[in-house]
Structures are given as C-alpha cells and as structure tokens.
C-alpha cells in the first residue's frame, strides 16, 4: 500500500508540472506568465526526522478510532510536517509577498 501511495503521489506530482510546462509554452499572454507553479504539498510519516516519533506515527492503527494520546501525536506532527514541506514554504512566501 505505502509503495502504491508513493507511486501515485509521484505521479500527481509529475502531471501537475506537465498541465504547468505545457499552459507557460502553449500561451505567452500576461495571465498565463503570472501562472504560479502548483503546489504539491506532502504530508507524509515518512518525512518525520526523529526516529522515535516517526516509529510511534508509523504504528498508529489505521481505523477510524484513535484515542486521545494518539491525537495528541498527530496534532504535534502534522504542523511540523506542512511547515517543513517545500512546496509550503513556497506557498507562505509567494502569500505573504501578494
């Protein structure tokens, strides 16, 4: 399953920045060259560095229960996950430079 989601995330990742190469060749109009490359965001265990808190995320139960310490895991997690993705990053700069 982890492969299979793996693969399908590269390749959202690849036709996305297929759809974006090909509308900035195919128009040279100012709309199209004030089109932003699409942001592909990943939140993913994987990325975890501490290998303590990746191993607790990791074995988590894939059901739709989790109790309260579980949560609280996760709440800590995810907001480091989405502030050190690139392509967030990308996204707050090019926000706050509107």
């Known amino acids: 399953m982890d ?12 036709a996305a920045d297929i759809v974006y190469k090909e509308k900035i060749d195919a128009d040279t109009s100012e709309a199209i060259s004030k089109l932003e490359q699409p942001y592909c965001i990943e939140v993913n265990f994987r ?18 229960y ?25 996204l707050v700069t090019n926000q706050c430079n509107i």
């Open 47 to 64: 990325n975890i560095t501490d290998p303590s808190i990746k191993k607790a995320c990791n074995e988590l139960p894939t059901s739709f």
């Open 66 to 90: 989790l109790c309260e310490k579980q949560l609280a895991l996760i709440d800590t997690v995810v907001p480091s996950l989405l502030n050190n993705d690139p392509d967030m990053q990308r």
């Open 3 to 14: 492969a299979l989601s793996a693969k399908r995330w590269m390749e959202i990742k690849r």
